[in-house]
């Protein structure tokens, strides 16, 4: 089986499972419960988000931080070899 083809079943069973999902979810009965779903999948996202930008924000005062203790061994280095020359 070529690529092409995979990727055109694979579109088609998506649009499948997609017109199976709206047809389920606009029956009354599963409505509200398509709608709780959701609601805590957008929990989760926000969640995440704010979790993601925390370590976001811990790796930037790292990456701060290294290039401090990089820029002193750099001026140490500087001043070592300019005491060496002397």
Known sequence: MNDSLKYALFFAGG???GLLGVAAVSKEG???LAT???SH???VKESMLRKMEIMKEGAEDLL???KQV???RRER???EEASENA
């Open 70 to 72: 990089s820029a002193v």
């Open 36 to 38: 709780d779903i959701l």
């Open 15 to 17: 649009m499948a499972l």
């Open 30 to 32: 599963l409505r509200p």
């Open 64 to 66: 701060a931080e290294a």
């Open 41 to 43: 999948g957008i929990d």
């Open 77 to 79: 280095g500087d001043a």
